[in-house]
């Protein structure tokens, strides 16, 4: 089933799985991730393309990436800012489909 979230992606990178795959790595930690932290946990090997990836996000405004206070330069950290992945990824994804009553479930877990 398509739906805006793999059509946004789709029609802006050629190789729009890997895209995914970085997006959604990242949507796992808020504060974001080392490269090396990206490599792993999205399973993928580490190489120039990769640098091409990140640098596409970051210039599409998906991304950003930052020094960690008091970190070197080599130590940068990507976090996801783009509101669409976000939501899409924490709200939607596992649930299209599935629960009718998807917000209310989920204002009555975030009021308690």
């Known amino acids: 089933m398509r739906n805006e979230f793999d059509f946004l992606f789709k029609s802006l990178f050629n ?6 795959t970085v997006i959604e790595a990242l949507a796992t ?13 999205a399973n993928l090997t580490d190489n120039g393309y990769l640098s091409e990836v990140l640098d596409n996000l970051q210039r599409c405004d998906f991304i950003r990436s930052y020094h960690s206070f008091g970190k070197k330069q080599r130590n940068i950290l990507y976090q996801l800012t783009d509101l669409y992945s976000l939501f899409y990824l924490r709200f939607l994804k596992n649930n299209l489909g599935q629960d009718e009553q998807l917000w209310s479930h989920a204002l009555d877990t975030t009021s308690t």
Do not use: F, H
């Open 15 to 20: 190789d729009s799985e890997l895209y995914k």
């Open 29 to 41: 930690r808020g504060k974001g991730l080392s490269r090396q932290e990206i490599i792993e946990a």
